[in-house]
């Protein structure tokens, strides 16, 4: 103990108290198994141990169709998703930054989705998409268009996924831009409009650029939610029809849990990872080069 | 031109709120119909006969209440020891000096930037070795302590003017009795934005659950409505929709009532 201290030049005894048991349980639970699952990864799992193999865990996946399929699949998602969410929330949270008690109800609807767990909202979807006895079909009906497969169907279930995780995480963006909102003076408005700025300019000019660090937050937070993306596929479609909605952490997920190839599994997991990693890294740069003026 | 712009804006969010609606209007509705009543076309969005029976049947086919307790234990322990320790964490990166620091910083950054469900298999085998299959720590530990809270808490605590603490000391008091007594008691909406955080991920959570166990009376909420689903033919639709309207329902009043705190809790995270 006392050597630790020495060693860490740390004055107050009981600082050790405040570190040591997060950084241990972060230790433990998070950075070991990072460590472990690159070790795990050159490894084959065969009748109980794990026996080195180098890169063939590698070679293999990136030889298997199924595996560039879930990553094609994971980027249609990952784009599908931020693209309308960003948008659609941003303009939700404009349209209902006012007072008063119509536009609260609203904001409150608007959030209601991410209330309910990922697993009940997917099962809710399953029965409203049900292709023979569902609700959406029956509107279609009613509007004259024809019935449509949604999650069943080859075509259609990725922007059906989509569009459940839009209605379900689009609130959640809402708050996010309605906070940022507030923190923008209502007089730059008011002085741009006696200089004779239209909305386009003022929104262009003023409230996206001061929107910046929300915008950020969202992108990053949607790049996040959209590769970890798990229980939408496992109550909806396990990967079906064919591999049509096979997304990377569910393809993780069956390769170790259904085969026990953890090896494989592993190296998938870190080929993700270091995607996702480069994903950030473009999404850093991306808006930084967009930080024009100064406009305080 | 000005007046009508605004009400075709309003007409488009009413309906948005509406699209937003209806899953719920049907979830409620398909849980009070007949077996018969689900089969019919065109389907009918009031039941004609609406019966109670699902909610029972529903809630007993898989041993629900079980699986009500466990979220519960989940989302409480993980709150009782994130909740504590992630605070503590942070406080001590953001307000004390020490050899290492801004690697133990610079750790946590990246710990952030890693999905949890990228390490299902290594945090298994973890599990596996320490004999937590099937034990609720095998639930709560994995990131129970995560780069993201300790990031939260560390951006709050920067916040805090340095004074404050120097005060205290001069006082005579503890480092212990500061933290509890001074920095916590004004760090409640920074803490409560953690502990909003904790609970809707636990709530939302499937992944771990679901490999961590191997009997069903340790599943969770969210793995027992996936295995009610997961058989795609033959899902009773009434009792399933009767399941999570009990499981809903609940949580949406109690959203509404603490939508204030939780509000400001989701804004406190963007915090950078």
């Known amino acids: ?296 | 031109m000005k007046k009508f712009k605004l009400i075709a804006i309003n007409l488009i969010l009413i309906i948005g709120a509406i699209l937003i609606l209806l899953p719920f209007v049907w979830m409620v509705s398909t849980a009070l119909k007949t077996e018969a009543e689900i089969g019919m076309w065109p389907p009918t969005i009031i039941p004609k006969e609406p019966i109670l029976s699902n909610f029972i049947n529903g809630w007993t086919t898989l041993p629900f209440t079980r699986f009500f307790i466990n979220t519960v234990i989940y989302c409480i322990g993980a709150v009782a020891i994130g909740g504590l320790f992630m605070p503590m964490v942070g406080y001590t990166l953001a307000k004390f000096k020490f050899k290492g620091r801004s690697w133990t910083f610079l750790i946590v950054i990246i710990t952030m930037m890693i999905p949890a469900q990228v390490l299902i298999i290594p945090e298994f085998l973890l599990i596996k070795n320490l004999g937590l299959v099937n034990n609720y720590f095998g639930y709560i530990l994995p990131e129970v302590v995560n780069g993201f809270g300790i990031f939260l808490m560390r951006q709050f605590f920067m916040t805090i003017p340095d004074e404050i603490i120097e005060a205290a000391r001069i006082d005579g008091s503890s480092e212990i009795r500061i933290f509890f007594k001074i920095i916590l008691p004004v760090s409640r909406p920074a803490i409560t934005a953690l502990i909003i955080f904790i609970i809707l991920y636990r709530w939302n959570d499937m992944i771990w659950p679901l490999i961590n166990t191997t009997s069903n009376t340790m599943y969770t909420l969210p793995v027992g409505i996936a295995s009610f689903t997961g058989v795609q033919y033959g899902i009773v639709w009434n009792n399933l929709m009767a399941v999570s309207t009990i499981i809903a329902i609940p949580m949406i009043i109690l959203f509404v009532i603490f939508q204030r705190y939780i509000i400001s809790g989701i804004t406190l995270t963007q915090l950078k």
């Open chain 1, 1 to 296: 103990m006392g050597l630790i201290l020495k060693i860490m030049k740390i004055k107050r005894v009981n600082l050790l108290y405040f570190l040591i048991p997060g950084l241990i349980l972060l230790l433990l639970f998070v950075i070991v198994p990072i460590l472990y699952s690159f070790y795990i990864s050159f490894t084959e799992f065969k009748s109980g141990s794990f026996i080195f193999n180098g890169f063939d865990n590698y070679i293999k996946l990136l030889k298997n169709k199924v595996f560039w399929i879930s990553i094609g699949n994971t980027f249609y998602y990952t784009v599908g998703v931020i693209v309308p969410s960003v948008t659609i929330s941003l303009f939700i949270a404009i349209s209902l930054n006012r007072k008063g008690w119509g536009y609260t109800t609203l904001r409150t609807i608007y959030f209601l989705p991410v209330a309910v767990s990922e697993a009940v909202a997917a099962a809710i979807w399953v029965s409203v998409l049900n292709p023979e006895v569902g609700m959406a079909n029956y509107f279609l009906e009613i509007l004259h268009l024809p019935k449509i497969g949604w999650y069943a169907d080859y075509n259609w279930v990725m922007p059906t996924l989509i569009m459940v995780t839009l209605w379900k995480n689009v609130g959640y963006y809402m708050i996010i831009f309605l906070a940022g909102l507030q923190t923008i003076p209502p007089y730059y408005e008011e002085a741009a409009k006696i200089d004779g700025a239209n909305n386009w300019h003022i929104f262009r000019n003023i409230t996206l650029p001061l929107l910046k660090p929300s915008l950020f937050f969202v992108y990053i937070t949607s790049i996040l939610f959209s590769f970890k993306v798990f229980t939408w596929i496992y109550v909806m479609t396990q990967g079906g029809p064919g591999y049509s909605s096979m997304l990377t952490v569910f393809y993780i997920y069956r390769e170790g849990f259904k085969k026990f190839q953890f090896g494989y599994a592993s190296a998938t997991s870190v080929v993700l990872f270091l995607i996702l990693l480069v994903f950030i890294i473009i999404q850093l740069k991306y808006f930084k080069m967009f930080e024009t003026k100064d406009y305080r």
